[in-house]
């Protein structure tokens, strides 16, 4: 076990960016915060945009937020790149943070990472105005989950709303290939099946979600 952790810990060391981290950091943070290096940035992370600011509540650790570094063995490290595209707004991190190989962040809204976050691999986060992670979330790969449709859908003549706040309660596990819309909720103790699509508010806790359009197909269930 020591072993598996030493080469695990062996191969991160590796990946790092020393550049990019410290670019990270000492944009992001003041020069107190920054040199303990509470980020670590992979040097497969492509920096489109370096904007808004990061907020970070509870003690700060060093390493304790990595970008870039987890992945899936089938899928192309090399090839696969995380971007972080923040362009103004806020990212609120309240704790550690794993997002993982070839995610995609784009941000101009107020972004929230609950305690112990974790995305797998290939998932994209657009935030126009609000999404919300609670703790102890995991995030599969190749999701997508916005809270903007971008264009105005015109029905009967009344404009619908663009933007909507994504909420996403705690100890929350979504699975591969989710869709999750402007408007949605998500209550806590929540599973998301594979290829669900959630388009709703679903305030009951401990509930199994799936299909398209997502709906409760099992209640008092929970998840390790």
């Known amino acids: 076990m020591a072993s598996e952790k030493y080469l695990a810990m062996n ?5 790092i960016s020393v550049i990019k981290t410290l670019r990270f950091n000492f944009h992001y943070f003041k020069f107190r915060e920054a040199v303990r290096l509470p980020v ?3 040097r497969h992370v492509l920096v489109n945009c370096l904007g808004g600011s990061i907020k970070l509540t ?6 304790y937020i990595r970008i870039g570094f987890q992945g899936v063995p089938v899928f192309d490290r090399y090839r696969s790149r995380t971007v972080w595209n923040v362009g103004g707004g806020t ?31 290939e998932t994209t986060i657009i935030c126009e105005v609000s999404i919300t992670f609670g703790r102890d979330v995991l995030c599969s790969w190749q999701c997508q989950i916005m809270d903007t449709d971008y264009h105005q859908i015109i029905t009967d003549g009344e404009p619908r709303k663009v933007t ?16 999750i819309n402007k408007g949605s909720e998500i209550a806590d ?3 998301i099946a594979a290829g669900s699509t959630i388009t709703g508010k679903f305030r009951e806790t401990n509930t199994l979600l799936a299909g398209v359009p997502a709906a409760v197909k099992k209640t008092n269930i929970n998840w390790r």
Do not use: Y
């Open 91 to 121: 990212v609120i991190f309240k704790g550690r943070a794993e997002i993982g190989q070839g995610c995609r962040i784009g941000s101009g809204g107020v972004l929230t990472f609950g305690d112990n976050f974790q995305i797998t691999a």
């Open 40 to 42: 670590i940035v992979s």
């Open 189 to 191: 103790n929540s599973v």
């Open 11 to 15: 191969k991160m060391i590796k990946e």
């Open 164 to 179: 909507s706040p994504v909420s996403i309660g705690d100890h929350v596990w979504i699975g591969s290939r989710v869709l």
């Open 58 to 63: 509870g003690a700060i650790r060093s390493g």
